[in-house]
């Protein structure tokens, strides 16, 4: 399976500032994704992370809020931007190694983030 | 788009009892179903998963069934043990997207 790492593990912002979150892969993956996980809640797909490309946002996420990038295949970014408490959440990134067609995803440890 | 519907939201068992959880999934394209145990403060631990081309997969204590005519798959676990207190969540993909759709959530809590 994936080794997969974010950065920050947690983090404490103001409304209104923005906070960018890494995700390392320990080896190529076909896909990344990007989920966000509400206290107690399911996990929800953000996006789909693609290398060289812009990023497939899922209804309700859009770009201006969620910028992700990919450079390459075992690196992601996702910036969570003019942050309101609403945004306090779990977001975690995952990847899925091309051996197993794509479709087997290995979560990372996710990102805590509290918007006050 | 595809929808997960889980059920039941939470479940207690007594130890040594058999648990089921189950899902239905809207899109008759879905053709992969993965299952997700999530102890408190931690990763999505994917435990089993299964392939529209078979009907029944096992791994010791626990098994997943797929009935695709009817859209719905169902996690067992046998023999419950205390360390499987966690919320597990089933998930749909398909069309070779590789987007998990996930269900919402099932807390087991297993009494000694």
């Known amino acids: 399976s994936a080794v997969i790492s974010q950065k920050p593990s947690r983090d404490i912002c103001q409304r209104g500032t923005s906070l960018t979150i890494q995700c390392q892969v320990d080896?190529?993956?076909?896909?990344m994704f990007w989920y966000r996980q509400q206290p107690g809640q399911s996990l929800t797909l953000i996006a789909t992370a693609n290398q060289g490309s812009e990023a497939t946002y899922e209804s309700g996420f859009v770009i201006d809020k969620f910028p992700i990038s990919r450079p390459n295949l075992t690196f992601s970014t996702l910036t969570v931007s003019n942050m309101s408490p609403e945004d306090s959440s779990i977001y975690l990134c995952s990847g899925a190694p091309p051996i197993v067609s794509g479709e087997t995803q290995y979560f990372g440890p996710g990102t805590r983030l509290l918007v006050l | 788009g595809e929808n997960v519907e889980q059920h039941p939201s939470t479940l207690s068992v007594q130890e040594g009892d058999s648990a089921v959880i189950k899902c239905t999934y809207s899109?008759?394209?879905?053709?992969?179903f993965p299952w997700y145990k999530q102890e408190l403060g931690k990763r999505p631990q994917l435990i089993i998963d299964i392939r529209s081309n078979v009907g029944e997969k096992k791994d010791q204590r626990i098994a997943v069934t797929l009935n695709k005519t009817a859209k719905h798959f169902s996690l067992h676990i046998t023999e419950t043990q205390p360390e499987d207190s966690a919320v597990y969540f089933c998930a749909a993909s398909g069309s070779n997207t590789g987007k998990l759709i996930f269900g919402q959530g099932t807390t087991l809590q297993v009494k000694p």
């Open positions: 080896s190529q993956v076909t896909m």
């Open positions: 899109d008759s394209a879905s053709n992969y």
